[in-house]
């Protein structure tokens, strides 16, 4: 069996759920990374793609026409004239990186040579969108509060240890804004609800950009902006994500260059009632797979739409805060839970930080609601 590498990544800004992406359709916003990929790339002939992955949270494309339109559509904005087949992951917040692991496995069995992750979080025409009230997603608030409580008294979370894993979560996103991390991963987008053309990044945390950015340490300050943390749930945004996948025969036909290889995953299941974090068992599936222990890991990526997961989690594995290991740039607490795009950003932003600190391996992580959890390894291929 051949291996999956990762030969290119990018998303677009996080924006807030009252962002100008609602004037796109949602094969638009999907297509941008796409676009940036294509546009960047231009030598490579784009019509060798054999395939299309696509996670989403809208659930208006589960019937087959409307998803078929919906990747013919993408493809166009995109600018690939070709017809590839197009696998489609709906849903929930785990749809992307679900997309990814069955790309990836689709790619390693010689499924195909080259293959286009899209992860798109947008709630533009869809009948099922929950109403969004103070950044909460409000048909499933009451859930989540007792999943977290649940994990909370699992682990004895206290909620001022919470908190201070917020703040953490906005200084580690205000120092990554400010070296230029998220222009490594982020690609401009234009405005087109203004009079005048400009570009944004990083509207979902436009309180960084603000003088005193660097020294935000009170709670107050951040709930005013974004009320949802007040909680500790990541706030609601929208976005999209992009990756190519290539095999090494498929990296040698375009002349793609490998930044990483995927080492491991794993799709597990629990049991909706625990009281644990879904995505541990997945978590210790890839670890055992690629034979490595959780200390030989240099950073780690794991979802926050809630934060009393993430600790838990890391007392899970015995992860200090102080390490810096987990989620070191800031992660759905800061940028927005795009739910669909949110687990592939998870790899977008790992592949960057692997690469931007000449690291070696990384794990990604995220849960479901509905007791899924998903992981995927990922090994530095590129020396920076």
Wanted: proline letters at 2%.
């Amino acid at each position: 069996m051949s291996s999956a590498y990762i030969c290119g990544a990018v998303r677009t800004p996080f924006a807030s759920m009252s962002s100008f992406y609602r004037r796109l359709t949602i094969a638009e916003l999907a297509s941008l990374p796409l676009r940036d990929m294509v546009r960047r790339n231009a030598a490579i002939d784009w019509r060798n793609i054999d395939s299309l992955y696509v996670g989403s949270n809208n659930k208006n494309l589960c019937t087959t026409y409307r998803f078929r339109e919906f990747a013919a559509g993408c493809l166009k904005h995109a600018g690939i004239s070709s017809h590839v087949a197009a696998q489609q992951f709906s849903g929930s917040y785990c749809a992307g990186m679900a997309a990814l692991a069955q790309a990836s496995l689709d790619v390693e069995s010689g499924g195909g040579q080259v293959a286009v992750v899209l992860g798109v979080g947008w709630h533009g025409d869809d009948s099922a969108t929950p109403r969004i009230v103070d950044d909460f997603y409000f048909t499933n608030l009451n859930e989540r509060v007792a999943r977290r409580e649940k994990i909370a008294s699992h682990y004895r979370v206290a909620s001022e240890l919470r908190d201070a894993y917020i703040l953490s979560a906005f200084t580690n996103a205000g120092h990554a804004r400010k070296s230029g991390f998220y222009e490594r991963e982020c690609m401009l987008v234009k405005r087109t609800d203004t009079k005048h053309l400009a570009y944004f990044r990083e509207d979902d945390i436009e309180f960084v950009a603000s003088p005193d950015a660097a020294e935000v340490t009170k709670m107050e300050k951040i709930v005013q902006l974004k009320p949802a943390l007040r909680a500790g749930f990541a706030p609601a945004a929208e976005g999209a994500c992009g990756l190519v996948l290539a095999s090494r025969q498929g990296i040698d036909l375009l002349g793609l260059r490998p930044r990483v290889r995927v080492m491991a995953q794993a799709i597990t299941e629990s049991a909706v009632d625990l009281s644990t974090p879904y995505c541990i068992p997945a978590i210790e599936q890839v670890l055992d797979q690629a034979a490595l222990s959780i200390s030989q890991l240099d950073m780690l990526e794991i979802s926050e739409t809630c934060s009393v997961e993430v600790l838990g989690i890391m007392r899970h594995f015995d992860i200090t805060l102080e390490s810096g290991k987990v989620n070191g740039n800031g992660g759905d607490l800061a940028v927005g839970e795009a739910s669909g795009a949110s687990s592939v950003r998870l790899v977008v932003t790992a592949m960057n930080k692997l690469q931007a600190n000449n690291l070696r391996y990384g794990l990604c992580a995220a849960s479901s609601s509905d007791g899924r959890g998903m992981a995927i390894l990922l090994e530095n291929l590129v020396e920076c």
